[in-house]
């Protein structure tokens, strides 16, 4: 089997430089590098040392010229860049391929912060990655969770990506 996984890794890689080795002659289907990940990562523990050792925080406007841009969980592992909603979003790509319930959160708080990190559920608590650092709150909610982060936050979005922004699900305040 790990033959069959390291071919089928190689065929990609291949395929992706542009040498077009036809995965028909191999009788492989084709994969992406990201689904190569689950072969080791089957935690949020192995996802935040993953995080640790492949990427670099960097801000968008370095990237990209732009005050914000999300990037898909494929682009950000394909350019090991990007910043804390990039971190979110693949993380909750590979929590969900996990079946881990997990959610894209923004917070904001008068001050001007404002910070994108995953929240996700494990034991019937709620954890936090924030960017490749995982933190066990074991909240008994959302808003709790948000909190131990931010003890001064205004507002709270649970968020998704649309196109190369973000969109705000649901909403929730700190009153």
């Not at 090991?80 to 708080?109: H, P, T, W």
């Not at 990190?117 to 494990?122: C, M």
Request: proline share 2%; charged share 25%; aromatic share 18%.
């Amino acid at each position: 089997m790990k033959k069959k996984q390291a071919l089928i890794f190689l065929v990609w890689t291949l395929n992706f430089l542009g040498l077009n080795f036809p995965a028909a002659s191999a009788n492989l289907e084709i994969y992406s590098p990201i689904d190569y990940l689950f072969e080791f990562t089957n935690s949020p523990d192995d996802l935040s040392n993953f995080m640790k050792r492949n990427f670099k925080f960097t801000e968008d406007e370095t990237l990209f010229g732009e005050i914000d841009y999300w990037q898909s969980p494929e682009e950000f592992y394909s350019r090991k860049k990007g910043d804390c909603e990039d971190y979110a979003l693949f993380a909750q790509y590979v929590l969900a391929r996990l079946n881990m319930e997990s959610y894209v959160v923004s917070i904001y708080a008068a001050n001007g912060y404002a910070h994108t990190l995953l929240i996700y559920r494990e034991g019937g608590r709620y954890q936090v990655l924030n960017e490749d650092r995982l933190i066990r709150y074991n909240a008994s909610s959302l808003e709790d969770a948000i909190g131990q982060v931010n003890s001064d936050w205004s507002w709270a979005a649970i968020a998704r990506r649309q196109d190369t922004r973000g969109f705000a699900l649901q909403t929730f305040f700190n009153l």
